[in-house]
């Protein structure tokens, strides 16, 4: 149980163009979904946090323009970073908690190279 | 927020050996996982152990809350076993996970 996966695993885009990335709770019901991302040989840093149905917090540094977040449903949330560039290379990691929880469910990942 | 210093950052072991990482927290927290970061990226619960000790395997974690850190031990280590291993805490006052800062280890044949 507690899966989560994230579509699509890998990604190459041109500089300039849009990229959405998806997250899926398969097997619960996630009130909060959590986006982060990881540089290389880099601990993973929270991005923002989302909760079913209202708008996204983000963290400091992270602009909300670039990096849309829509969490639409009880076991979907998506990831659109708009206009990329290559510093915008990374991986993106989401995860997932159920109401009442505090255990965060992690997806697999999605590796971003932006050319 | 809260600080996570995990040490040491990079652990080179031959396989069989024993190893103990460690993971300090610079204020309370509700909650301390560790996880293991697959060559892929993928990663995957350890540990859910805000406080005591728990065993599974090879692996076994405790943690002291009140001295604000924890340690991970992995027994008898095999070359599955390489990676980033993570530490992270939970607070319920901002409700964020914030990770530690990894112990690569590498385990050679």
């Known amino acids: 149980g507690a899966v989560v996966s994230q579509h699509p695993s890998w990604v190459i885009c041109k500089s300039g163009t849009s990229v959405k990335i998806e997250c899926r709770s398969l097997d619960f019901q996630a009130t909060t979904m959590f986006w982060y991302r990881q540089f290389p040989k880099q601990s993973l840093m929270l991005m923002a946090t989302?909760?079913?149905?209202?708008?996204?917090?983000?963290e400091q540094g992270v602009e909300k323009d670039k990096f849309l977040i829509n969490h639409a449903s009880l076991t979907l949330s998506t990831l659109t970073v708009t206009s990329a560039h290559p510093e915008d290379s990374s991986f993106y990691i989401c995860?997932?908690?159920?109401?009442?929880?505090?255990?965060?469910?992690f997806g697999p990942g999605t590796r971003l190279t932006v050319l | 927020g809260i600080q996570v210093e995990q040490s040491p950052p990079d652990l080179i072991l031959q396989e069989g050996a024993n190893s103990t990482l460690r993971c300090n927290f610079s204020d309370s927290v509700n909650n301390l996982q560790w996880f293991h970061q697959n060559p892929w990226g993928q990663l995957i619960n350890l540990f859910y152990i805000p406080s005591g000790t728990k065993q599974n395997g090879r692996l076994s974690a405790t943690t002291v809350a009140t001295e604000r850190y924890s340690l991970l031990y992995i027994s008898s280590s095999q070359t599955t076993d390489s990676g980033v291993y993570f530490c992270a805490a939970f607070n319920f006052g901002n409700e964020k996970l914030t990770f530690g800062t990894g112990t690569r280890l590498t385990i050679i044949p």
């Open positions: 995860s997932a908690r159920q109401l009442g929880l505090d255990t965060q469910y």
């Open positions: 989302s909760n079913e149905g209202s708008k996204a917090t983000y």
